[in-house]
């Protein structure tokens, strides 16, 4: 199912992301692409939340350098950041397949970069962009009913 949204802040970016997250059962795969700053790391955040991120210590912000970050929760949350890899080779080496089980998510910043690693997967694309200087929107394809959040 397609989905549109408009968000006008950061905070209705996160919040939008907790409404998708607080749905999830386990088993999503989830590839946001959209040009820099266009609310990709702030609409993870809000999903990991949804999905039971709790551990205060480890902040929720994009793995660049690190390429994965995990946070446990309700779910066990997996946060690829896919900027830096350069080959589909590369994307298999940090482990994605392992990643991939019932009672994870998985979120792929950048998922453009790695969409040859990605077929075959049934997998959710959102795509961000910039509607205004203060508005975003997200577009959702392939959204499972049960996580569509209302407007």
């Not at 749905?23 to 990991?48: C, D, F, H, N, Q």
């Not at 997998?123 to 200087?133: F, G, P």
Request: charged share 25%; net charge neutral; hydrophobic share 35%.
């Amino acid at each position: 199912m397609n989905y549109d949204f408009i968000s006008s802040s950061v905070e209705r970016t996160v919040e939008f992301g907790f409404k998708i997250g607080s749905r999830m059962k386990g088993g999503e795969v989830i590839g946001l692409s959209g040009p820099l700053g266009s609310g990709k790391t702030y609409l993870i955040k809000g999903i990991a939340k949804g999905a039971g991120a709790q551990d205060k210590n480890i902040p929720i912000n994009s793995p660049t350098f690190v390429i994965v970050n995990e946070y446990i929760g309700r779910l066990d949350i997996y946060h690829i950041d896919a900027y830096r890899i350069a080959s589909p080779g590369e994307f298999e080496m940090i482990g994605f397949d392992e990643f991939c089980y019932p009672r994870s998510v998985v979120l792929i910043e950048w998922a453009d970069k790695v969409k040859q690693g990605l077929q075959g997967i049934d997998y959710v694309r959102i795509e961000l962009c910039y509607q205004s200087q203060h508005q975003r929107r997200i577009h959702i394809e392939n959204m499972p009913e049960y996580i569509l959040p209302s407007k």
